[in-house]
């Protein structure tokens, strides 16, 4: 029975130290995004709602979404209205996620219609 107790008790610290694993070898998708009227708040909030769909994708572990914080400091680029953060397990995940039909509907529906300029980023720890 103890030992029972104790399995109960450390299968949570595995799932988790398996789940931080997939997380920390993760790909990182960056998307920086001008809207065609800068500033636009509706615009913003749109872009903002329709991006926290994506986190329904399967294969997606994270989505983070938010606006630009202006800065005084020359290093920083606050030219952008909207950057997402899309964290996927692997390649094919991230594959996955460009092509599965909700970004697809996002990406035509408000992506298109509403941003300029997108600049992406991917990374890897």
Known sequence: MK???ALILLLPLG????HQAEREQAIQHVVL???KEP?????RARIM???KTFRTIPGVLEV????VIASDRAIVDDSF??????????????QAYLDHPIHQQAKQEVLLPLVDK???FDFQE
């Open 15 to 18: 799932c988790t130290s398996v």
């Open 81 to 94: 209205d909207v950057a997402i953060l899309v964290v996927v397990p692997d390649a094919p995940s991230l």
């Open 64 to 67: 983070r979404v938010g606006e």
């Open 3 to 5: 030992t029972l107790f």
């Open 49 to 51: 709602e329709v991006s």
């Open 33 to 35: 995004c001008w809207l």
């Open 39 to 43: 500033g636009n708040a509706a615009h």
């Open 118 to 120: 997108v600049r992406v």
